[in-house]
Nanobody
Framework: QVQLVESGGGLVQAGGSLRLSCVAS????????MGWFRQAPGKEREFVAA????????VYADSVKGRFTISRDNAKNSVYLQMNSLKTEDTAVYYC??????????????????WGQGTQVTVSS
């Protein structure tokens, strides 16, 4: 079992930056691909970014490419999402997720094993 706890959300003005963190319990973190997803009010949850088990592969949604960076530190059981040049349309609850398959994460398949509780990001104009 893996538990994921996100932090770092908050209120920021458009153009600003935030860094989200997700800490995982357990000693098998390095065997999981990790991802960030978001859900805005009235919308379906959508994929944001994914990173492979070693960190060697990353993939991003077109809407955040060039502005967001996903990274991980396996020694700290943590994955991060650095968000720059934030826009009002980035406002959402951001969720961390883990799965044994990078493709499952990158394709946001319904079989994703573990989800965090989410952290709210609000970008004001």
């Amino acid at each position: 079992q893996v538990q994921l706890v996100e932090s770092g959300g908050g209120l920021v003005q458009a153009g600003g930056s935030l860094r989200l963190s997700c800490v995982a319990s357990g000693r098998t973190f390095s065997t999981f691909a990790m991802g960030w997803f978001r859900q805005a009010p009235g919308k379906e949850r959508e994929f944001v970014a994914a990173i492979s088990e070693s960190g060697g592969r990353t993939v991003y949604a077109d809407s955040v490419k060039g502005r967001f960076t996903i990274s991980r530190d396996n020694a700290k059981n943590s994955v991060y999402l650095q968000m720059n040049s934030l826009k009002t349309e980035d406002t959402a609850v951001y969720y961390c997720a883990a799965d044994g398959s990078f493709l499952v994460i990158a394709r946001m398949l319904s079989t994703i094993h573990y989800w965090g509780q989410g952290t709210q990001v609000t970008v004001s104009s």
